[in-house]
């Protein structure tokens, strides 16, 4: 007996996990990477996040009498992702509320993974650091070079984040070798500059980010920071400080480039990524909060199906008119 | 430079468009229809145990004389059936029990300066050539390049799709015959530029080059579906068409078929068809009298086993058949027989919005906000996306990695466009 099938016959669909596993994998490269700063405090926080969203997310597919979703393995990146935004003496409370209210507010309440408006991720920070400022914003010093103790965290020396000068209109001693090397105060995500290019190379090549919104994203924020440097700095300097410190390229890479918040039409995703850069930008020079990332991605999302629109109807209008003075 | 559109497809021509073109002669019997399918009477010309020789009209078509078909084989007509083509729907048909062929007479070959338009296309008429692009007969086609006008003629000869590669098979056998042809046809139609398309691998394109000329081939992009054959602008002089000119597409063996019918007499009565898939042991190019059956095809080709699937036509825009008491008619230029192993019913996803169906998209349209719309049921706004720009590739539901079956989905939307509107002020009405 011969049986039916539908073209196209043969066809290039993978599962879901091939994505996320790539964001994993570049997550535990960035984790590794502060764990050797900081000891197994990073690792946990992480962890703890990822945790959380998955147990969230089997609750909610059981409260909602729906197949769990969890081998997608889209809740374990949101959790994970979130506790790479925390800095590493951040409570381990904070990760997990922060992993709950974006499966449990974010994610699920839209109809789950695909159908999210928000990116979880960024919505769950956003609220921890709306909830508790001073826990996200306090940073150990990693030129002391010590492990961090697991669970009391009040001994350990801090100090104060390049950005946090920044926004205070001072200026800062940091040299381009320790911005590059991750040797500042900043959120776990922050440390190892190369590390989060190299990620970033790798989820191009997996077609797991779009490299399209990353580019104009580093593009408008350099030219930004030329033009308007923070402090009385160079136009060098405010780049490299602009660009190498808190979360600017760790939300590039991670929360930017997630193809079910971003715009899916290319020529779409360019002006997104400009969109989310100046939005970055503004908050960075007007904003409440030192690291304000998040909150421009969250912004520039409730965009994305209008750029899709707009800039589809532009590109259509530009060929029509091609077309028209060829002929 | 534009931005190319499409998806990359992998080859797997392999071995069949290395081997040489296998003959399949010998059949107990044929279906062949008494007349493609027309609005017009048809009145069959044969009877049930007639003998008919290789080329007699079965059928005569009241005002529609190209509809007829002409017997592919010489035997005893011995009964009549109806049949569900995958092609052309529901076809009336007669059996034909073949019977061993005397050699035909060797004709005198007259010199293709005394072909006039009028001549060819008449030529093209009483052989039955069929083009296997469209299954549109050939005599229409250069009817509407005569009285419409045609800028540039292509053989289409592309073959995209990762299995076909039967009109590299002829091209391969008879591309001298395949240009001629070409020519007669530029001469009938009143076009001066033509060429053949190609996609192919270098050596293989500079040994076709060495026997027909560069300037009468082209060598296409590589992405799935390819739409542009033919060189736009003035760049390329004689061997480009203008941007307003219209491009007449005609294939390969419809080509070699009106060079037979001219300088052999004959009719057109046999195809070239790919036989591939994984439940094939040896994929190769086959030449199949029409109106062989596909499971006389398939045991040809050392099929013993019923495959799971069978597909008529390629990968990409081939229809799943039921069925293998089909006949080979023109049209059909690929058969892929295949396993659950390789092929099986893809799971499907949520959309990750990886935007790669877009981008697969020649018609520049974006399916994954037709297809949201669609299932939202925002009707009233899918006409501003332009689904009915849509011509079916099947591209982004290759590309899509959710499996979601985007371009059915396209296609639905294509009909439900406003229809809920249309419905409910005729309920009010």
Redesign the interface.
């Known amino acids: 007996?011969?049986?039916?099938?539908?073209?196209?016959?043969?066809?290039?669909?993978?599962?879901?996990f091939?994505?996320s596993a790539g964001v994993l994998l570049c997550l535990a490269a960035v984790t590794g990477f502060s764990c050797l700063c900081f000891g197994w405090r990073p690792f946990l926080l992480v962890l703890i996040g990822m945790i959380t969203a998955v147990l969230l997310e089997l609750l909610c597919c059981a409260f909602l009498v729906r197949r769990p979703t969890i081998l997608?393995g889209s809740a374990a990146v949101t959790g994970a992702l979130i506790g790479a935004m925390m800095s590493p003496i951040t409570p381990f409370w904070v990760p997990a509320i922060g992993a709950a209210f974006a499966i449990g507010v974010a994610k699920m309440p839209f109809g789950?993974?695909?159908?999210n408006v928000f990116n979880p991720a960024a919505a769950g920070v956003a609220f921890c650091a709306i909830c508790f400022p001073t826990r996200l914003f306090l940073y150990p010093d990693p030129s002391l070079n010590t492990s961090l103790p697991l669970w009391d965290t009040s001994s350990v020396i801090t100090a104060v984040s390049p950005t946090a000068q920044l926004s205070s209109g001072g200026t800062t001693s940091y040299n381009w070798i320790s911005l590059i090397s991750g040797d500042i105060p900043g959120p776990i995500g922050s440390a190892g500059i190369l590390v989060l290019l190299a990620c970033a190379v790798y989820l191009f090549m997996r077609?797991s980010a779009?490299p399209l919104a990353f580019t104009s994203y580093i593009v408008v924020c350099t030219l930004w920071a030329a033009l308007f440097p923070r402090a009385d700095i160079s136009a060098a300097t405010s780049i490299s400080l602009e660009l190498c410190t808190g979360l600017l390229l760790f939300v590039g890479v991670f929360l930017l480039g997630d193809?079910?918040?971003?715009?899916?039409?290319?020529p779409a995703?360019i002006v997104y990524g400009a969109l989310a850069a100046i939005l970055t930008m503004l908050l960075r020079h007007y904003g409440r909060f030192e690291c304000c990332d998040f909150f421009a991605v969250l912004l520039v999302n409730s965009f994305s199906?209008l750029l899709?629109?707009v800039c589809?109807?532009a590109?259509?209008y530009f060929?029509h008119i091609r077309?028209v003075l060829?002929? | 430079m534009a931005l190319k559109r499409g998806a990359r497809l992998l080859f797997q021509k392999e071995p069949a468009i290395s081997l040489p073109t296998a003959e399949l002669n010998t059949l107990p019997q044929v279906i062949l229809p008494y007349a493609f399918p027309t609005d017009a009477t048809v009145i069959p010309t044969v009877h049930l145990y007639d003998t008919v020789r290789k080329g007699t009209r079965l059928s005569t078509v009241e005002d529609d004389p190209i509809s007829a078909v002409c017997s592919s084989v010489t035997g005893l007509v011995s009964g009549e059936r109806e049949i569900q083509h995958p092609l052309y729907g529901t076809l009336s048909c007669v059996v034909i029990d073949c019977l061993p062929d005397n050699p035909t007479p060797e004709v005198p070959t007259p010199a293709s300066e005394q072909f006039t338009p009028e001549y060819i296309l008449q030529a093209a008429k009483e052989a039955g050539i069929v083009d296997e692009l469209d299954g549109v007969p050939l005599s229409l086609k250069l009817q509407d390049w005569q009285t419409n006008g045609c800028g540039f003629l292509v053989v289409d000869a592309v073959e995209i799709e990762p299995f076909s590669s039967s009109a590299w098979a002829v091209l391969h056998d008879y591309a001298e015959q395949v240009l001629e042809g070409l020519r007669m046809l530029a001469r009938c139609a009143g076009v001066t530029r033509y060429h053949i398309a190609v996609c192919l691998s270098g050596a293989r394109r500079r040994a076709l080059t060495l026997r027909i000329g560069k300037p009468f081939l082209y060598q296409t992009d590589s992405y799935y579906p390819v739409t542009d054959i033919v060189h736009r602008g003035k760049k390329f002089g004689t061997h480009s068409a203008p941007h307003s000119a219209t491009v007449g597409r005609v294939g390969v063996q419809a080509c070699l078929a009106l060079y037979r019918a001219l300088f052999l007499s004959e009719p057109h009565s046999r195809c070239v068809v790919t036989v591939a898939g994984d439940a094939v042991p040896q994929p190769q190019n086959v030449s199949v009298p029409f109106g062989a059956t596909l499971q006389q095809l398939l045991e040809f080709c050392d099929v013993s086993d019923l495959p799971d699937y069978v597909i008529v036509g390629e990968q990409m825009t081939g229809t799943a058949v039921s069925s293998l008491d089909i006949p080979v008619l023109p049209g059909m230029t690929c058969l892929l027989a295949f396993s659950t192993k390789t092929l099986r019913t893809p799971a499907t996803y949520s959309c990750v919005g990886c935007g790669r169906c877009a981008q697969s998209c020649h018609a520049g349209l974006l399916p994954f906000e037709i297809v949201r719309r669609h299932q939202n049921m925002h009707y009233e706004r899918l006409s501003s996306l332009r689904a009915d720009e849509c011509d079916g590739c099947n591209a982004c539901s290759f590309v899509c990695p959710s499996g979601i079956p985007l371009a059915s989905i396209v296609e639905e939307a294509k009909a439900a466009s406003g229809a809920v509107f249309l419905d409910m002020e005729d309920s009010h009405a």
Do not use: C, N
């Open positions: 007996m011969l049986k039916p099938s539908a073209a196209p016959h043969l066809r290039q669909t993978q599962h879901p091939y994505q997608d789950g993974f695909g159908r077609h779009s193809p079910i918040t971003a715009p899916h039409y290319s995703r199906p899709d629109r589809w109807q590109v259509r060929s077309e060829r002929s």
